[in-house]
Nanobody, 122 residues
Framework: VQLQASGGGLVQSGGSLRLSCAAS????????VGWFRQAPGKEREGVST????????YYADSVKGRFTISRDNVENTVYLQMNSLKPEDTAVYYC????????????????WGQGTQVTVSS
């Protein structure tokens, strides 16, 4: 499966963005999907993840209550709605897929998309 992340950009603190992770080459409904981010000089961090059927999800404590993950298996796309953005959310965001499993640990995932930059100004 090939993944394409999009939707990043520059936004002011308190603003919102919606990231999309579009899949091709395979039906996404077999895959759990995770969103990760990496800021300069920092390790990659799991942000949110959703099960292949969309009936389970997890969030990092740092984004709970602000970010919402969802998926549309007909459109073969997973979304990350990010509200109340903070400067510390600035990072490159990546989506990743794993067949029939999901979680916030990067080692679960076999397929990775390219990143999309999110920059939150104060």
């Amino acid at each position: 499966v090939q993944l394409q992340a999009s939707g990043g950009g520059l936004v002011q603190s308190g603003g919102s963005l919606r990231l999309s992770c579009a899949a091709s080459g395979s039906k996404l409904d077999l895959y759990g999907v995770g969103w990760f981010r990496q800021a300069p000089g920092k390790e990659r961090e799991g942000v949110s993840t959703i099960s292949n059927r969309g009936d389970g999800s997890y969030y990092a404590d740092s984004v709970k209550g602000r970010f919402t993950i969802s998926r549309d298996n007909v459109e073969n796309t997973v979304y990350l709605q990010m509200n109340s953005l903070k400067p510390e959310d600035t990072a490159v965001y990546y989506c990743a897929a794993a067949e029939l499993r999901y979680g916030l640990a990067s080692h679960f995932y076999d397929y990775w998309g390219q990143g999309t930059q999110v920059t939150v100004s104060s």
